[in-house]
């Protein structure tokens, strides 16, 4: 498969651009080996390695990956969060990649793809893939060399030992980008690129805040990325220095259907020792979403099924004055189910209530729970019409849950897996959270302290022994699917 980077290219004069039509291939050679990371082939591969082997594998989808977003800060700040990204490299077959770094040193104005003919690192040579030069000459008002930026950029650099360590044989496509806009860069690679090329946002999050002031902004900003809101990412600055090669790949995974999973988050502050000025360091990989195989609701009564749920909160709010027009006959609509409502509005959560256990029918648990979500949910006011043209819904319906027998807080881990809906039960409190919740929550822990405190409990409290787990699973779909 392969891998293609994008840079950014500057604004230079006639006589320059000839100066760079006629020059002779070359090789850009690594000018921060020996400063961002070690000279030494041995010593850097060694290093990479005993970040690889610190980091915690977490659970990911079966389904392919297709991008990842990697911190290029300094090794010993930024080692362990790049090298779980890396992780997720291991017996990838892709041979060309995509690597987006933004410009920190020439002030771009638009995209430098570099004329080179290779890349090298103290781990080897990496030749560029035909799509740079294509790319340069089709699209020239967008993509053009820049031989200042070959010099001078480290974003583009620094992640490519890591992705030589585990892809080894790859041809690259290097692009470091400067004030350009991401859908456009987004819109050309959906029709220049396909499925063989793995693309790579390199971006740090924010620089230079407090250790606790950068904690909460970057967990903004990371939880906009998992919940690919483009407009929450950039309501304000200092979210990441690549924020643009970030926007264009989650333009392209909301086109191609791609799930973000969160895999580390680190700072600065946690090796250099000052958390007084600190940067901030994510991990995410881009996954295609796992499909729901089940075949027993077609399209249609799918369509029909959201067309119920959204009459009965158009009905309540007095905008639609007519009857339901649907007459369901299948026989599982009106058999006992656990069903959740869930509404979205740009992509942000608007409301989600349901019921887990099977005590009503499928089509009146969607009728209660579609008033409930949209007018009960106290975590929201109540829905108005004037929001109803934004308004996402997603139907859940769950099967009966299964209590789950484990003998000790290592074993329920293991057991626990992303296409499964959780139940957590402590004498009165309990709180379940769906299968859709494994993609902002992906590691088992997290995911069950967030239960706990969601059940009105300690955050430990999955590890009491008395804890009683349940799973399910669902089959969801929503409007936005089509």
Same mark, same amino acid.
């Given at each position: 498969?392969?891998?293609?980077?994008?840079?950014?290219?500057?604004?230079?004069?006639?006589?320059?651009?000839?100066?760079?039509?006629?020059?002779?291939?070359?090789?850009?050679?690594?000018?921060?080996?020996?400063?961002?990371?070690?000279?030494?082939?041995?010593?850097?591969?060694?290093?990479?390695?005993?970040?690889?082997?610190?980091?915690?594998?977490?659970?990911?989808?079966?389904?392919?990956?297709?991008?990842?977003?990697?911190?290029?800060?300094?090794?010993?700040?930024?080692?362990?969060?790049?090298?779980? =990204? /890396?992780?997720?490299?291991? #017996?990838?077959?892709?041979? +060309?990649?995509? !690597?987006?770094? %933004?410009?920190?040193?020439?002030? &771009?104005?638009?995209?430098?793809?570099?004329?080179?003919?290779?890349?090298?690192?103290?781990?080897?040579?990496?030749?560029?893939?035909?799509?740079?030069?294509?790319?340069?000459?089709?699209?020239?008002?967008?993509? =053009? /060399?820049?031989?200042?930026? #070959?010099?001078?950029?480290? +974003?583009?650099? !620094?992640?490519? %030992?890591?992705?030589?360590?585990? &892809?080894?044989?790859?041809?690259?496509?290097?692009?470091?980008?400067?004030?350009?806009?991401?859908?456009?860069?987004?819109?050309?690679?959906?029709?220049?690129?396909?499925?063989?090329?793995?693309?790579?946002?390199?971006?740090?999050?924010?620089?230079?805040?407090?250790?606790?002031?950068?904690?909460?902004?970057?967990?903004?900003?990371?939880?906009?990325?998992?919940?690919?809101?483009?407009?929450?990412?950039?309501?304000?600055?200092?979210?990441?220095?690549?924020?643009?090669?970030?926007?264009?790949?989650?333009?392209?995974?909301?086109?191609?259907?791609?799930?973000?999973?969160?895999?580390?988050?680190?700072?600065?502050?946690?090796?250099?020792?000052?958390?007084?000025?600190?940067?901030?360091?994510?991990?995410?990989?881009?996954?295609?979403?796992?499909?729901?195989?089940?075949?027993?609701?077609?399209?249609?009564?799918?369509?029909?099924?959201?067309?119920?749920?959204?009459?009965?909160?158009?009905?309540?709010?007095?905008?639609?004055?007519?009857?339901?027009?649907?007459?369901?006959?299948?026989?599982?609509?009106?058999?006992?189910?656990?069903?959740?409502?869930?509404?979205?509005?740009?992509?942000?959560?608007?409301?989600?209530?349901?019921?887990?256990?099977?005590?009503?029918?499928?089509?009146?648990?969607?009728?209660?729970?579609?008033?409930?979500?949209?007018?009960?949910?106290?975590?929201?006011?109540?829905?108005?019409?004037?929001?109803?043209?934004?308004?996402?819904?997603?139907?859940?319906?769950?099967?009966?849950?299964?209590?789950?027998?484990?003998?000790?807080?290592?074993?329920?881990?293991?057991?626990?897996?992303?296409?499964?809906?959780?139940?957590?039960?402590?004498?009165?409190?309990?709180?379940?959270?769906?299968?859709?919740?494994?993609?902002?929550?992906?590691?088992?822990?997290?995911?069950?302290?967030?239960?706990?405190?969601?059940?009105?409990?300690?955050?430990?409290?999955?590890?009491?022994?008395?804890?009683?787990?349940?799973?399910?699973?669902?089959?969801?779909?929503?409007?936005?699917?089509?």
């Amino acid at each position: 498969m392969a891998i293609i980077f994008l840079v950014a290219r500057v604004q230079f004069s006639s006589s320059q651009g000839a100066k760079m039509s006629d020059r002779k291939s070359h090789t850009v050679t690594a000018h921060y080996a020996g400063s961002f990371y070690p000279k030494d082939k041995g010593a850097l591969q060694k290093l990479i390695n005993d970040f690889t082997g610190q980091a915690t594998p977490i659970k990911v989808p079966s389904t392919p990956l297709r991008a990842l977003v990697i911190p290029h800060a300094g090794y010993r700040y930024s080692g362990l969060t790049a090298a779980h =990204a /890396a992780l997720t490299l291991k #017996d990838c077959p892709y041979k +060309s990649v995509l !690597v987006m770094a %933004p410009d920190h040193r020439v002030g &771009l104005s638009h995209v430098a793809i570099s004329a080179a003919d290779i890349f090298s690192t103290p781990l080897g040579e990496i030749p560029i893939n035909p799509l740079a030069g294509k790319l340069r000459q089709k699209y020239p008002h967008i993509f =053009a /060399a820049n031989d200042i930026s #070959d010099q001078q950029e480290h +974003s583009l650099e !620094v992640v490519l %030992p890591f992705l030589q360590s585990y &892809l080894k044989d790859f041809n690259l496509v290097p692009m470091v980008i400067g004030q350009q806009d991401p859908g456009e860069i987004a819109k050309i690679l959906a029709t220049e690129i396909d499925n063989d090329m793995l693309l790579v946002a390199s971006s740090d999050l924010s620089h230079f805040l407090s250790e606790e002031e950068a904690v909460s902004k970057d967990k903004d900003t990371l939880d906009s990325i998992i919940a690919l809101d483009q407009s929450q990412l950039t309501i304000d600055d200092n979210k990441a220095c690549g924020l643009i090669p970030i926007l264009v790949i989650m333009d392209l995974a909301q086109e191609q259907g791609w799930q973000p999973i969160l895999l580390h988050y680190s700072n600065s502050g946690e090796t250099s020792g000052d958390h007084e000025r600190v940067v901030g360091y994510g991990a995410i990989a881009f996954y295609d979403r796992e499909e729901n195989k089940s075949q027993d609701i077609s399209k249609q009564e799918r369509n029909d099924l959201l067309k119920l749920a959204r009459n009965t909160i158009t009905h309540a709010l007095g905008v639609v004055k007519t009857k339901e027009v649907q007459n369901f006959q299948q026989p599982y609509l009106h058999q006992p189910s656990g069903v959740f409502i869930t509404l979205h509005k740009k992509g942000n959560l608007r409301g989600c209530i349901g019921s887990i256990m099977p005590v009503e029918s499928v089509l009146d648990g969607i009728r209660h729970n579609a008033i409930n979500a949209a007018f009960h949910d106290p975590r929201f006011p109540s829905v108005t019409p004037e929001e109803l043209a934004e308004i996402d819904i997603e139907i859940s319906i769950l099967t009966p849950p299964v209590p789950m027998a484990f003998s000790t807080q290592e074993e329920l881990l293991a057991l626990l897996e992303p296409n499964m809906g959780i139940i957590l039960q402590q004498g009165y409190n309990q709180a379940t959270f769906l299968p859709q919740v494994w993609q902002q929550l992906p590691d088992p822990q997290l995911f069950l302290e967030h239960l706990s405190q969601k059940a009105g409990l300690s955050k430990d409290a999955w590890r009491d022994p008395l804890i009683e787990i349940s799973t399910y699973t669902v089959i969801s779909f929503a409007e936005k699917e089509g």
